[in-house]
């Protein structure tokens, strides 16, 4: 029965794939969107906030992160509104509001889009980065994923031309000290984006302090 | 969002202090592949799927091809068995492969899927190779939880480009560990050709050099082995009527609208029917008028339909009607459904002289109440519904839960009752999950035919949950109806109250429309 086969069959699956490709489609349609829901790396319970700060050169900058008591329907989904404040040298340069939602059959946080002003000397300015799946062909990313996996390459936002952040999980296991605590096993993505060849950064998740 | 530079989680004091470790894992092979899943935060199931993975009693894949002028053969069955493993209840997968004609393996191999993530895990496997239908060996069995094996992701959930993980964890005998590397791979079986494979690229550090690769289609699974490409697929068993008393006394009947359709007789207290996509099934009973009812689901769900005990009568021909053939169980049922999704629909109705294809079935003469007397209809552990058909269905009853009690279920479309009437203690429910109507259609919303509400107890109805002040509807509509023996309902003013679980006061807006 077998031998018969061998020959009608082709498989054209592109062995050769550049093994740098990310992932840019996701299966959002197999999904049930949730929007107020606690993730171990990206909370969307309202009220959730998170301060960070540092020293970029030779100025401290400041951005804080809070999920609101706000949804936005973005594509026929009702997502999270989620604020963040970027503040240099104690003075307000953005404030962005984010878009996100939790697919509850993967536990992957979908990122579709996010409203941008930027500030200078309290005025706005621009609304650099802004972008919103649906319009000009945008589509939702993963900001971060219900299972990590080393290696995993994937867009967080799919805008071609206006916002085309990527990362790779580089570590499950990374050790982060920070002001307020020594963060173990945190997820490390390093970010890069087709946009701007050469801008790299790395974030960290952690599920909690130790 | 990118950010140019380091950002710490601060208390207060914006200083540097930056540093990240390379942490290492248990599994010093190879740390580029994930052997850490955090499998504690997962609860397991042991029939269900996810894309490119099904793990349904039943269900058999068979690939076929050619390695080195020989034949292979390998037939992989869903089995019908479980096996505790490492805590875990975990369904059996057998592989059986043969070369040139010739058993040579037999393996089982034990899954669960995460519900969380929908990642199928694979917890080890027992296996017997064979030779001239001998026993001669057990190559590459392992299992979780002997060996500091733990389990490790067949198929993750969310399919992403880059990701290596271990596959099997058993550092002396499996170690077979999977690459992403493409999520649109074409491949032509003779089974079908499918488009848009996900593919992964295996190795195992335990024999350096070899690799395979493999083949998943979305709604199907492996399709491509290596050398063997899928051939022959079997769905699930789909046993229709899933447990209790019923028999499926009508398969496929064609009905003159184009629909296909299953009859299930009840005949007994209850029975539970498990439906998916393909076809509507029905249940049928008398209510305790006499009218004969039909419970018909189409799409996912496990419906069970439940008589009261009290108002119970054994099976007998159906006294208003010309059917002396068939006999029917009769009472005041609740009917409950799980693991419906937006694709469900439910619709309860009688069978009278403006739905039915026979209509020698009614006497001359005969006087019906021709609405569908129930008790309640429940709606739990589902995604959604698709619509709720109730416009000839009076809910009541004098104990417990009357109407519809489906918590934090929304409802894609409609949902139409006719009426709901509580006496006794009753408590009457017209409750459903917020985020409905999201799908245009014509006559959307919640709607209340011909009814008007009025409860017998006069007890408040229940729109929404405790704590909570958002019914699951904006607006309801009260409107005008034809019973199934084609008596026409007119449109009724609607005045009640309507409160949440905490018997908190609700202000509903009430509209009529005359359609």
């Not at chain 2, 496997?125 to 490790?152: F, K, M, S, T």
């Not at chain 2, 491949?187 to 395979?212: H, I, K, M, R």
């Not at chain 2, 006497?363 to 609405?371: I, K, N, R």
Request: charged share 25%; hydrophobic share 40%.
């Amino acid at each position: 029965m077998a031998s018969a086969l061998a020959l009608t069959l082709l498989l054209t699956g592109a062995y050769a794939q550049n093994s740098e490709d990310f992932t840019d489609s996701f299966r959002i349609e197999d999904c049930t969107f949730i929007n107020d829901a606690y993730h171990p790396l990206w909370s969307l319970v309202p009220g959730t906030q998170l301060a960070y700060a540092g020293i970029e050169d030779g100025e401290e900058i400041e951005q804080i992160i809070t999920v609101l008591d706000e949804t936005f329907t973005v594509i026929g989904v009702e997502t999270r509104v989620v604020e963040e404040r970027g503040i240099e040298d104690g003075e307000l340069v953005e404030v962005s509001r984010n878009y996100f939602a939790i697919c509850e059959e993967t536990n992957d946080v979908y990122y579709f889009g996010e409203d941008v002003d930027d500030y200078e000397n309290g005025e706005i300015v621009g609304h650099e980065s802004a972008w919103l799946s649906g319009v000009d062909g945008a589509t939702p990313g993963i900001l971060v994923p219900g299972t990590a996996l080393l290696g995993s390459r994937f867009f967080q936002e799919v805008a071609p031309g206006l916002a085309e952040d990527r990362v790779e999980v580089v570590s499950l296991s990374a050790t982060v000290e920070t002001p307020l605590g020594t963060f173990e096993n945190a997820l490390e993505l390093f970010e890069t984006t087709p946009l701007e060849p050469g801008v790299e950064d790395t974030k960290f998740f952690s599920q909690g302090s130790d | 969002m990118i950010k140019d530079g380091p950002l710490d989680l601060v208390s207060a004091v914006p200083e540097i202090d930056f540093e990240a470790i390379a942490g290492t894992g248990y599994n010093q092979v190879d740390p580029e592949f994930t052997d850490d899943f955090r499998i504690e935060e997962c609860s397991f199931i042991n029939v269900g799927r996810n894309a490119y993975f099904i793990l349904e009693p039943g269900f058999q894949i068979t690939l076929e091809g050619e390695e080195d002028g020989k034949p292979i053969l390998k037939i992989v069955t869903v089995l019908d068995q479980t096996r505790l493993v490492d805590g875990v209840e975990t369904r059996v997968v057998e592989e059986q492969e043969f070369e040139d004609g010739e058993l040579i393996e037999v393996s089982r191999n034990f899954f669960a899927i995460c519900q969380e993530t929908s990642d199928v895990f694979y917890f080890g496997e027992d296996v017997d190779d064979y030779e001239d239908g001998e026993i001669v060996g057990h190559g590459g069995a392992w299992l979780a939880g002997v060996n500091g094996a733990r389990p490790g992701i067949l198929i993750p959930g969310t399919i992403l480009l880059g990701a290596k993980y271990y596959q099997e964890t058993d550092l002396e005998v499996a170690l077979d560990r999977a690459e992403n590397v493409a999520l649109d791979s074409e491949v032509v079986t003779p089974y079908a050709t499918f488009a848009e494979t996900f593919e992964t690229l295996e190795t195992t550090p335990l024999e350096p050099g070899d690799e395979s690769f493999k083949n998943y289609a979305p709604g199907i699974g492996l399709v491509f082995d290596d050398v063997i490409f899928l051939t022959e697929l079997t769905e699930a068993s789909t046993d229709l009527v899933d447990s209790g008393s019923g028999d499926l006394v009508g398969e496929d009947i064609t009905h003159p609208d184009g629909n296909v359709y299953n009859q299930i007789l009840l005949t007994g207290q209850s029975v539970t029917m498990r439906t998916d996509g393909s076809e509507i099934s029905r249940v049928s009973f008398l209510d305790p008028n006499g009218d004969i009812v039909q419970v018909e689901t189409s799409g996912n769900a496990v419906v069970t339909v439940t008589l009261d005990s009290d108002s119970f009568t054994d099976a007998a021909p159906p006294a208003k009607y010309n059917q002396p053939t068939v006999s029917y169980v009769g009472g005041l049922a609740t009917v409950q459904v799980t693991g419906a999704d937006s694709s469900t629909f439910i619709s309860i109705f009688t069978v009278g002289s403006i739905n039915a294809v026979n209509q020698a079935l009614f006497p001359e003469g005969e006087e019906y109440d021709a609405m569908a007397d129930i008790a309640l209809l429940e709606i739990t552990n589902s995604a959604g519904m698709g619509g709720i058909l109730c416009a000839n269905t009076r809910f009541n009853n004098s104990t417990g839960d009357v109407g519809l009690k489906a918590p934090g279920v929304p409802v894609a479309v409609r949902v139409l009752i006719g009426d709901i009437d509580a006496s006794g203690d009753a408590v009457p429910n017209i409750l459903f999950g917020e985020g409905s109507f999201t799908v245009a259609a014509s006559n959307p919303g919640l709607r209340i035919a011909g009814g008007d509400l009025i409860q017998t107890n006069e007890a408040d109805i229940v729109v929404a949950e405790s704590g909570s002040t958002t019914p699951g509807f904006d607006t309801l509509i009260s409107q005008n109806n034809v019973k199934s023996d084609g008596t026409e309902q007119v449109t009724q003013s609607i005045d009640e109250t309507f409160v949440n679980e905490d018997g908190d006061e609700i202000t509903v807006t009430i509209d009529e429309e005359t359609i």
